[in-house]
């Protein structure tokens, strides 16, 4: 089955760039979205098909993917981007749908 | 606007059956291109796919949940349900549902908290 390995926690000060990985094998091959989910709330996505922004989701929130590792970069992060993130992709080979760990993001 | 609202019992004991329905507004669940599918959060942890289901009324279910997990929907109710047999602690989470495109999950409910408990 299809993994997908995000590190468990990131801590940041203001107005750093903070960048959310996720692994998976060959994970170029798949499309990566990423989902923010503040405390108490459902996911929200934040970037789909690796690197696009649905409505309404700040320029700050940006994605690419290459090899065997995704990424989600927040520009100038701030207090409220503080919350849990996670991908997901689509294994088209066992038609699953899968989630990364997630990672805690703390603004200092 | 689509809206999708979770709805069941909060408590399930050992080894009983969990039953969730999803009601679901402003799209018709029989609209072709979606999916409905459930997630699952346990208390503190990561998001768990558990399965899904086509307007057509195909089935996809995480292999790990598969043998005790039946998703069906109510088209005339616009409503799509859960049903996970033979409930342990380790079932005890929030229980999303969502729409989703093959790819991605767009809109989710807001999930209710299921308890397993005797």
């Known amino acids: 089955s299809y993994v997908l390995t995000q590190p468990p926690s990131l801590s940041l000060a203001p107005g750093q760039t903070a960048r959310i990985t996720c692994g998976g094998s060959n994970i170029v091959s798949k499309s990566v979205h990423w989902y923010q989910q503040m405390p108490g709330q459902a996911p929200a996505m934040v970037v789909y098909?690796?690197?696009d922004r649905p409505s309404g989701i700040p320029e700050r929130f940006s994605g690419t993917n290459s090899g065997n590792t995704a990424t989600l970069t927040i520009s100038r992060v701030e207090a409220g981007d503080e919350a849990d993130y996670y991908c997901q992709v689509w294994d088209s080979s066992s038609d699953r749908w899968v989630f990364g760990g997630g990672t805690k993001l703390t603004v200092l | 606007q689509v809206q999708l609202q979770e709805s069941g019992p909060g408590v399930v004991k050992p080894s009983e059956t969990l039953s969730l329905t999803c009601s679901v507004s402003g799209v018709s669940i029989n609209r072709t291109r979606y999916y409905w599918g459930w997630i699952r959060q346990s208390p503190g942890k990561g998001l768990e796919w558990i399965g899904s289901?086509?307007?057509?009324?195909?089935?996809y279910y995480n292999p790990s949940l598969k043998s005790r997990v039946s998703i069906s929907v109510d088209t005339s109710k616009n409503r799509v349900s859960l049903k996970l047999d033979s409930v342990t602690a380790a079932d005890t989470a929030a229980y999303h549902c969502?729409?989703?495109?093959?790819?991605?999950?767009?809109?989710w409910g807001q999930g209710t908290l299921v308890t397993v408990s005797s």
């Open positions: 969502a729409r989703h495109e093959l790819r991605y999950f767009d809109q």
């Open positions: 098909d690796d690197r």
């Open positions: 289901i086509y307007y057509s009324g195909s089935t």
